[in-house]
Nanobody, 125 residues
Framework: VQLVESGGGSVQAGGSLSLSCVASGYSFTVYGMAWFRQAPGKDREFVASIKWNGRSINYAESVKGRFTVSRDNAKNTVYLQMNSLEPVDTAVYYC???????????????????WGQGTQVTVSS
């Protein structure tokens, strides 16, 4: 199993970034996926999750209305579109695979068994 994120970078407050996570080594359409983030000195934090079929989604309250998670099962890819970025969104962003069929409904990192290497997002004021 391999998860590879891309799309991070630096942006000013109010800007946008789009992250991608390409999965390989397993049947992508079977598993829910999630995005987490970790800022320096802080715990890893749930951002958003999406069911295997893309029809059900969860968001952390802090990103609702600003971030959008989606997936393209034909491309084995999950996306995170981030708009209206704020300095508090600065973190390393990780994609993760749900451990089982119901994991996407949960925000605890223990519910996810494989992780990407992370991509840095920096938002300046």
């Amino acid at each position: 199993v391999q998860l590879v994120e891309s799309g991070g970078g630096s942006v000013q407050a109010g800007g946008s970034l789009s992250l991608s996570c390409v999965a390989s080594g397993y049947s992508f359409t079977v598993y829910g996926m999630a995005w987490f983030r970790q800022a320096p000195g802080k715990d890893r934090e749930f951002v958003a999750s999406i069911k295997w079929n893309g029809r059900s989604i969860n968001y952390a309250e802090s990103v609702k209305g600003r971030f959008t998670v989606s997936r393209d099962n034909a491309k084995n890819t999950v996306y995170l579109q981030m708009n209206s970025l704020e300095p508090v969104d600065t973190a390393v962003y990780y994609c993760a695979r749900g451990r089982d069929g119901s994991s996407w409904q949960k925000s605890a990192y223990e519910e996810y068994d494989y992780w990407g290497q992370g991509t840095q997002v920096t938002v300046s004021s």
